[in-house]
């Protein structure tokens, strides 16, 4: 069983460009989740998608945004980078029934912001 | 809201020693406990959980205890080797409602030299 596929494994950008990552859930699974390590902040939640709906969102601002396809696929969009936004981004998978079912997570795409 | 506290590193040990990564959490209602751990370049993969107070949870022998009463999940391992340097990191998730997001504490780089 393949599992959770990220794209691209890394990115260069400058200011005020935006971006897009592209995640690829383990098959069956249903609910996607993005979160963004950064050695100030650690690991924080971004958002979560269920069926192509937002279940969850964290405490970032509206230049982060998301979606999922009706095959589970998802994406997530920042805009108007900025420096702070420099991370590694990890998108996680799961069937999406419990909170006490196991995340698989993907190898994460490492962004920069020049 | 929900947090996570673990103890700082970095861990130095040499091979064979005993591992003690201490964990402790606030939460509301009762909920799931993880322990993650990162190999450098990748992403994050789970090592053991505990749904409910005085569960155990085991892997790889690394073991840690769902404490209830001192809200802790300690992660403890016997005689570690070069191969479990990694990055560490202690996570809840809400069991209840729809909120499934992971919390996590700020990670505990260990290194186990030969």
């Known amino acids: 069983k393949a599992g959770v596929t990220q794209t691209p494994r890394y990115l260069i950008k400058t200011r005020g460009q935006q971006v897009t990552l592209s995640c690829s859930p383990i098959?069956?699974?249903?609910?996607v989740s993005w979160y963004q390590q950064t050695p100030g902040q650690g690991l924080q939640f971004l958002f979560e998608?269920?069926?192509?709906?937002?279940?969850n969102k964290g405490n970032f601002p509206g230049r982060f945004s998301g979606r999922q396809f009706s095959n589970s696929r998802s994406e997530m969009n920042v805009s108007t980078l900025e420096l702070g936004d420099s991370a590694l981004y990890l998108c996680?998978?799961?069937?999406?029934?419990?909170?006490?079912?196991?995340?698989?997570f993907g190898s994460g795409t490492q962004l920069s912001v020049l | 809201g929900n947090s996570v506290t673990q103890m700082e590193g970095p861990v130095t040990l040499s091979e064979e020693a005993f591992l003690t990564i201490n964990c402790t959490y606030t939460?509301?209602?009762?909920?799931?406990l993880f322990w993650y751990v990162q190999y450098p370049g990748e992403g994050l993969q789970l090592l053991l959980k505990?749904?409910?107070?005085?569960d155990k949870g085991s892997n790889k022998g690394f073991e840690a205890t769902y404490r209830k009463e001192t809200t802790s999940f300690h992660l403890e391992k016997g005689s570690v080797q070069v191969s479990d340097s990694a990055v560490y990191f202690c996570?809840?998730?809400?069991?209840?409602?729809?909120?499934?997001?992971?919390?996590f504490g700020k990670g505990t780089l260990l290194t186990v030299n030969p």
């Open positions: 996680a998978s799961s069937l999406g029934g419990t909170g006490s079912e196991k995340l698989f």
């Open positions: 098959s069956g699974h249903r609910s």
């Open positions: 998608y269920f069926s192509e709906t937002q279940r």
């Open positions: 939460a509301t209602g009762y909920p799931s």
């Open positions: 505990a749904t409910k107070a005085d």
């Open positions: 996570a809840l998730r809400n069991s209840g409602g729809s909120n499934y997001k992971l919390t």
